[in-house]
DNA sequence: GTCTATACATCGATAGAC
DNA sequence: GTCTATCGATGTATAGAC
């Protein structure tokens, strides 16, 4: 459940990244790894699981450095500081889930209608998010949690995720398809509080996500009215 | 913006909160209060208004005391521990939402539709989680922020108000009500999380609670398809 | 009931040997 | 790159005077 990171490198380097030279193979796509860098995603898969277990604040160092079979002091070496590695998470998550969102509706025919491309994002989305990645269960508990200057930093970067789905739901509106007497801005916010408040209560064994999915895009589209 | 706590005392004091003696005005309704409850109540608001503000494990015993304008080693005297106080401010926050729900279902005729009591109950819980009630905000942004033990000790009375929309969906359910293919369960925590969530975009200014909640209802009956 | 002083623990971060 | 040792800051909680 973990060895698996680095959707891209920082693109450009958070404000005191202690600069690593990337040597000659260490690619987005590539493959070669130097052991610091192998390392460093251990370290990142890691503080992933314990901040998606104790919160932010809760999280020491050393829980981070256990998991990753390592030392606290080792940890240091490889990022500047618990905020950096912090904001490597969460930059990982942000990637991740608007990745996911984008194949999502990428993967439909060309000719896909709105509704379709919204009931896709809706599957991309809850689906990644509860899909035990603990990168991204770790963002969306951790989230407010962090300090106030380190969330504020972040907002940009979760904005361009909200932007996604400000375009679907436009491309809606415009096509008619949207009552009249709702506001886009607060149904938008309203289907991304449904999907992600469901890592609070979603449990293994009950509804499958896709599952879940199919629930939320009725509740969505149509409501809880029979008709 | 506080100065207003105490729905209920301690119904079966926590394990081990200190014990104070009512003395003789002290009940829930009365009004005559010891001084060490109005500063236990200074307190609560304070602690209240910080746990909203900053997070639970972020927020000091230091930070309350500055805000109640006394000192940390008073603060003992009052309670037991920085849980204890936090546990309390979930119990009032939790007796409030619970009583503001009921209320609002109560006002209604005797005859009301079902639908209207769901639509009622939708209300009651948004306009006091956005009202502005530190209690409120803060149980809804630090509850899982808790540590495993406290929060396991309270998922009891949490589920206590989930009964109460548990009940409500069940009634609209045996009237026929509810399309056959949404599952109960997942619907009551769909609605939930789209009211709980809001607390995290909503911004003073835009639309209004009651606005909100309309546009809540709308969704959760009907749906975002203009017919 | 509130104050000052302080014990005691925890933790982030650094130094420096290897 | 990782280890041991340790500094220094912070924060909960207690002791005891007033």
Same mark, same amino acid.
């Given at each position: 459940m973990n060895s698996d990171a680095l959707l891209k490198r920082p693109a450009s380097a958070s404000p005191a990244q202690k600069v690593r030279v990337p040597g000659k193979g260490v690619d987005a796509s590539g493959k070669k790894l130097k052991k610091a860098d192998i390392t460093r995603v251990r370290i990142l898969d890691a503080a992933a699981h314990v901040f998606r277990q104790k919160g932010y604040a809760l999280t020491r160092i050393s829980d981070i450095a256990k998991l990753a079979r390592t030392q606290s002091s080792s940890i240091y070496y490889h990022f500047e500081s618990r905020e950096a590695i912090v904001e490597e998470v969460l930059r990982i998550a942000n990637g991740r889930t608007r990745e996911r969102v984008i194949n999502a509706i990428g993967a439909?025919? %060309? +000719?896909?209608?709105v509704r379709d491309r919204i009931g896709a994002a809706i599957h991309g989305h809850l689906e990644i998010v509860l899909a035990g990645d603990h990168y991204i269960a770790a963002h969306i508990r951790i989230f407010d949690q962090l300090p106030a200057d380190l969330r504020k930093r972040f907002l940009r970067v979760l904005d361009e995720n909200a932007e996604l789905w400000r375009t679907l739901l436009n491309e809606a509106q415009s096509e008619g398809m949207? %009552?009249? +007497?709702?506001?886009l801005s607060v149904i938008r916010q309203l289907l991304i509080g449904m999907m992600n408040w469901s890592v609070e209560w979603y449990r293994v064994g009950r509804l499958s996500p896709p599952q879940i999915a199919d629930q939320i895009a009725v509740l969505f589209f149509d409501g809880v009215t029979k008709r």
């Amino acid at each position: 459940m973990n060895s698996d990171a680095l959707l891209k490198r920082p693109a450009s380097a958070s404000p005191a990244q202690k600069v690593r030279v990337p040597g000659k193979g260490v690619d987005a796509s590539g493959k070669k790894l130097k052991k610091a860098d192998i390392t460093r995603v251990r370290i990142l898969d890691a503080a992933a699981h314990v901040f998606r277990q104790k919160g932010y604040a809760l999280t020491r160092i050393s829980d981070i450095a256990k998991l990753a079979r390592t030392q606290s002091s080792s940890i240091y070496y490889h990022f500047e500081s618990r905020e950096a590695i912090v904001e490597e998470v969460l930059r990982i998550a942000n990637g991740r889930t608007r990745e996911r969102v984008i194949n999502a509706i990428g993967a439909l025919p %060309r +000719d896909a209608s709105v509704r379709d491309r919204i009931g896709a994002a809706i599957h991309g989305h809850l689906e990644i998010v509860l899909a035990g990645d603990h990168y991204i269960a770790a963002h969306i508990r951790i989230f407010d949690q962090l300090p106030a200057d380190l969330r504020k930093r972040f907002l940009r970067v979760l904005d361009e995720n909200a932007e996604l789905w400000r375009t679907l739901l436009n491309e809606a509106q415009s096509e008619g398809m949207i %009552r009249s +007497d709702l506001d886009l801005s607060v149904i938008r916010q309203l289907l991304i509080g449904m999907m992600n408040w469901s890592v609070e209560w979603y449990r293994v064994g009950r509804l499958s996500p896709p599952q879940i999915a199919d629930q939320i895009a009725v509740l969505f589209f149509d409501g809880v009215t029979k008709r």
